[in-house]
């Protein structure tokens, strides 16, 4: 849980091993979640590897977060210099 992931580690975490999102500061493996998710498998496999704090805010509430972070989340997001 601890762990830390520039966004290129998070770029390479894209398939059925692992497939990390990041969503704030959380990193999230949504790999074994695919097949639960409400929404759907697809909309979130085009998510994979990527940023989805915008697509995730503007679809769920707090609430799904407190409730499936802790089960899916790996790490945290490195800050990185913002060039
Ligand atoms: C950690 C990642 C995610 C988790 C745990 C998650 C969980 C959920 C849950 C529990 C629901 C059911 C609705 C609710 O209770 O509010 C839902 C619905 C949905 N999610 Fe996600 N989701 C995640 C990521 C995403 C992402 C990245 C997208 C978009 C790219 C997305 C798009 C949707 C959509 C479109 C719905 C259906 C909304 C509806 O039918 O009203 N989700 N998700």
Do not use: N
């Not at 695919?34 to 590897?49: C, E, N, Q």
């Amino acid at each position: 849980m601890s762990k830390q992931f520039t966004k290129a580690e998070v770029a390479q975490h894209k398939d059925e091993k692992g497939m990390y999102i990041i969503v704030d500061s959380g990193v999230y493996d949504i790999a074994g979640f695919l097949d639960d998710h409400p929404g759907g498998a697809k909309i979130l496999k085009r998510m994979a590897g990527k940023d989805a704090t915008k697509q995730f805010w503007k679809y769920h509430g707090k609430s799904v977060l407190e409730k499936y972070g802790p089960k899916l989340q790996v790490g945290t997001l490195k800050e990185e210099a913002k060039l």
